[in-house]
């Protein structure tokens, strides 16, 4: 197996928080996932895998290569045991089974997701969380029931504001249980979903099996996995990663400063961006190298809610932007492959930029705002390459 372990080993959590299944599960059998071995290890377990540089060249990313975060050990699901609690401020609360939600009206679509702290490794000063570069990002076709359909066939309570979503995993050691609460509007929007396959198959477990939740645009934190209740509620979730985690500064902070906690926001849409997949790679100190000859540079754009309606790309460290092609797909929550022909004019050093435009007209920043959590890394990335004749 070719694993690259690049931070931290196995993550401290307390064994005797973890519940039995688990450890049944994890005991004598490799920890990373099969299939996703040629992944970027940040932790191995609970895992959290890094789609390596360059590798996310298409425009639906096979499970083998789609990234992966999670707080807590992975829960086993048995899908004849599992019931989708619907509870909280509905008339008529119920416990669904996987085949009752796979009869409802099933809605397809592509979309992101995307960590909030993908490109966190990016940010000085240093930040600390897991130091992801720029693949804590992947695409795939979800499909499963309308949140909305759920929420409405349970009785839905005019007056909820939130609904809160908890899957199977569980707190463990000083971790706690993981639940996030999504506001009634994005709820019931039509294209949030639950989903139950992914590009065309049930969920893997390691990606939310049996049911997780899409929330298109938005990042990744709010895509629940292993659901297991979704409650309707009339304020959002008090505990820690709803409360506490993956809130953003509402006014910019100065690098290495610090916010109070009234003066953060909860993550929702995320942020136009755009990076390279070819050259996937490439530092001043250790740059891309080409011949000089034509060459396609490639790479990936996307926008949240939005989007992409330009991609530009810069030779000269941004001095002058030439458009990029864009790909056909061309999706509200997915990204959008571009390309651009380049003939070096000569042999030498240059420096490679990318920037996307988005449809509600934002462009990246030259430097995305530092915050005291890493969030939201959306600079106009910068590539170093090298052209031997
Ligand atoms: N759902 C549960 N139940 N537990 C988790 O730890 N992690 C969230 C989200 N859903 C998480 C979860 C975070 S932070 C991210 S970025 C995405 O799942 C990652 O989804 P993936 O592992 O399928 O890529």
Known sequence: MKLSVFRSGRRQVLASAIGLPLLAQTQGKPLVFPGKDSMLVHNDF?????????SLDSFLTPVERF????????????????RLAVRGMVSRPSALTLDELSKLAQHKLP?????????RGYFHPRVPGLQWTKGAVSTAEWAGPRLADILERAGLDAKATYASFDGADVGAGQTPDFVRSIPMRKCLHPDTILALTMNGKPIPPIHGFPARLIVPGWDGASWVKWVTSITAVPEADKGFFFATAYKYPKRPVAPGGAAKPEEMETIEA?????????PGAGTPASPAKFRLERTTLSGLAWSGENR?????????????????TLGKEDYRYAWRLWHHEWTPPGAGYYTLC?????????????????NPSGYLWN????????VEA
Do not use: Y
């Open 354 to 370: 990318v920037r996307a435009t988005d449809s509600a007209g934002r462009t990246q920043p030259i430097e995305a705002a530092w």
């Open 270 to 278: 995320m942020p136009v961006k755009s990076v390279f997949t070819r």
């Open 379 to 386: 600079s106009i990335e910068r590539i170093g390459a090298l």
């Open 308 to 324: 992409i309606v330009r991609v530009e790309v810069s030779a000269d460290g941004g001095s002058r932007w030439l458009d990029a």
């Open 46 to 54: 609970p895992e959290d895998l890094e789609a390596p540089p360059g």
């Open 111 to 119: 979309a992101t997701l995307e960590c909030a702290g993908n490109g």
């Open 67 to 82: 990234f992966v975060r999670q707080h807590l050990p992975r829960p086993r699901v048995d899908e004849g045991q599992w």
